[in-house]
């Protein structure tokens, strides 16, 4: 005989609670509660979409379309209902964020201004990328197709990555530059929200390109100056001795 356990589901003003505790954890500028929940664009179209996923999942296709292109009207921010997202998710500032249908983000996501989660595909099938655990999005990022975006990975701002990222990563450039952390992020760690500690992958390989240009040009030119003394010598030595030809 089994027995069911249920699994009481936490109510909707504890929910509006903890998103509200979110961004006042995560944003600096946020001073009150009352400031967070008059003010800020992101918690709104959150909560917007909450409903509107619950509609969809009902099957008020249709209203819950209209809710939700209500609040890209009023926020800037445009999530469709069908996406689905966890808890602890924060978009800070908000504007030009794109989440596609079938996007998946998992607990403690933060995203900034411009992120796109966008589809690859005309199919109708998975086609948004699905974004792990406490993972951080840098503002005018785009992570486009049915792609996984690995726990505690930092996504840097305006990278465009179209492949899978492995956990605790930082993906930098266009296109995305996988690079592993040196010192592992972990669910008892704070959001990363360190923008100046990103690599700048493409400086690193221009600077090492440029050495390595350097190293060739002085070695070129140790080679043309042995050259120079080379033929020099050997003209020197095949000119004749004065003194045997009877010169003056």
């Given at each position: 005989?089994?027995?069911?356990?249920?699994?009481?589901?936490?109510?909707?003003?504890?929910?509006?609670?903890?998103?509200?505790?979110?961004?006042?954890?995560?944003?600096?500028?946020?001073?009150t509660r009352i400031e967070v929940l008059l003010t800020y664009p992101g918690l709104h179209a959150l909560w917007s979409h909450r409903f509107s996923h619950f509609l969809w999942n009902r099957?008020?296709?249709?209203?819950?379309?209209?809710?939700?292109?209500?609040?890209?009207?009023?926020?800037?921010?445009?999530?469709?209902?069908a996406a689905k997202i966890g808890s602890g998710f924060f978009?800070?500032?908000?504007?030009?964020?794109?989440?596609?249908?079938?996007?998946?983000?998992?607990?403690?996501?933060?995203?900034?201004?411009?992120?796109?989660?966008?589809?690859?595909?005309?199919?109708?099938?998975?086609?948004?990328?699905?974004?792990?655990?406490?993972?951080?999005?840098?503002?005018?990022?785009?992570?486009?197709?049915?792609?996984?975006?690995?726990?505690d990975s930092r996504i840097?701002?305006?990278?465009?990555?179209v492949k899978n990222v492995p956990p605790n990563s930082v993906v930098v450039g266009i296109p995305g530059q996988v690079i592993r952390r040196n010192i592992p992020h972990t669910a008892q760690d704070k959001p990363d929200l360190h923008?100046?500690?990103?690599?700048?992958?493409i400086g690193q390989r221009i600077s090492e390109l440029m050495q390595r240009v350097s190293a060739l040009e002085e070695a070129l030119s140790a080679i043309q100056i042995k050259g120079i003394i080379e033929e020099r010598t050997g003209d020197e030595e095949g000119q004749p001795d004065p003194i045997e030809h009877g010169a003056p």
């Open positions: 005989m089994k027995i069911g356990i249920s699994v009481k589901k936490p109510s909707l003003l504890r929910i509006m609670r903890t998103d509200i505790q979110t961004v006042l954890e995560r944003d600096p500028a946020a001073r099957g008020s296709r249709l209203f819950a379309r209209i809710l939700s292109n209500i609040t890209r009207c009023l926020t800037g921010i445009e999530i469709h209902p978009i800070d500032h908000g504007m030009g964020v794109v989440i596609g249908e079938t996007a998946i983000i998992g607990k403690d996501v933060t995203l900034y201004h411009g992120v796109t989660l966008g589809g690859t595909s005309l199919e109708k099938k998975k086609r948004h990328p699905t974004i792990g655990d406490r993972v951080t999005i840098g503002a005018g990022a785009k992570i486009l197709g049915d792609i996984s975006i690995g726990d840097g701002a305006n990278a465009v990555v923008h100046e500690r990103i690599p700048d992958v």
